[in-house]
């Protein structure tokens, strides 16, 4: 399984998790150097930036446990990577704030279901290029993980 499988896995698996919607998850051919693989989370904001978006960011690099990550807050603030810095500005979070959602998101990732969600988005990903909202809601039932409150299942 592709690195950017499991890293996107974990933006999607984080986004059901935190009962956001999800659009898709892809990876697909880099632009610059040859077999560079690349990958989108679509988790839309239809309103305003939530606080649960900050986890969202957070949980790509985190779960493939990426050297210097997460950034220190006052390195974070500026951090392109993610959108990370910009989340943090819209949101209008500090220090001890930052550090909380740091946690959180820690907490999230080793969360046995959570674990056993984010495995079965990345194989399937690993597999199959783009899962579109309906996959990834299959997936996540498949998994085990009770849908969002609203979502009826078949």
Do not use: N
């Not at 904001?45 to 969202?56: C, F, M, R, T, Y």
């Not at 949980?59 to 006052?74: I, M, N, T, V």
């Amino acid at each position: 399984m592709s690195d950017v499988s499991w890293h996107e896995a974990a933006h999607a698996a984080a986004t059901v998790w935190l009962r956001r919607p999800i659009a898709w998850v892809e990876r697909y051919p880099g632009h610059f150097l040859p077999g560079e693989t690349m990958g989108h989370c679509r988790a839309p904001i239809d309103d305003e930036v939530e606080p649960s978006q900050l986890a969202i960011a957070l949980s790509g690099y985190l779960a493939e446990d990426r050297d210097g990550w997460p950034p220190a807050f006052q390195e974070a603030r500026t951090e392109r990577l993610e959108a990370l810095g910009k989340v943090i500005e819209i949101l209008g979070i500090d220090e001890a704030a930052y550090d909380r959602a740091v946690e959180l998101t820690r907490e999230i990732l080793a969360d046995p279901d959570f674990i056993r969600l984010h495995r079965t988005i990345a194989r399937a990903l690993a597999a199959c290029p783009r899962l579109d909202e309906q996959a990834v809601q299959d997936l996540t039932l498949a998994a085990g993980i009770p849908p969002p409150e609203g979502v009826t299942t078949p």
